[in-house]
């Protein structure tokens, strides 16, 4: 089953062009946890079987506070490397193929250690950060004005 086009993005790992994008809807386990922050990857052109990567932090709309990051562009191809490596064969047909980033192998992955975010009622705060760390809020009006 081939992703859809429209919010994926193009990247170029050894030579091969690949199609990304992280969900755009959050799922939630029975026990009201959030799901883990997730991104899909295809060949590009002839896409044969995906790759998903599960990642060890929530997604950045979790409502439960929990930390987040910014999927960059060097950590989708490091992850692409690693799935090749581990036998995907993205050009074949075939079910969906796992790779599970855990915590210790982030850094890694993206080349230093990992910026996480928290998501916040007005935005997103750098873990352990403060108020001032967040976007300047716009006045709200009450109804009644």
């Known amino acids: 089953m081939a992703m859809p086009k429209k919010g994926s993005r193009l990247i170029t790992v050894d030579g091969a062009v690949f199609r990304w994008r992280v969900g755009h809807k959050p799922s939630f386990s029975p026990d009201k946890s959030a799901s883990p922050l997730t991104f899909a990857v295809e060949q590009a052109e002839?896409?044969?079987s995906v790759l998903v990567v599960s990642l060890p932090c929530a997604r950045p709309d979790n409502w439960q506070g929990e930390r987040t990051i910014t999927v960059r562009p060097v950590l989708v191809a490091r992850c692409i490397r690693r799935a090749l490596e581990q036998g995907w064969r993205s050009g074949q047909p075939g079910s969906t193929f796992q790779v599970s980033v855990a915590e210790d192998e982030l850094a890694p992955l993206?080349?230093?250690p990992p910026r996480y975010?928290?998501?916040f009622l007005w935005?997103?705060?750098p873990?352990?950060?403060s108020i001032r760390d967040l976007p300047r809020a716009t006045q709200i009006w009450s109804r009644d004005a």
């Open 46 to 48: 002839d896409p044969g």
């Open 110 to 112: 993206l080349g230093e």
């Open 117 to 119: 975010l928290i998501p």
């Open 123 to 125: 935005g997103m705060m």
């Open 127 to 129: 873990e352990g950060g």
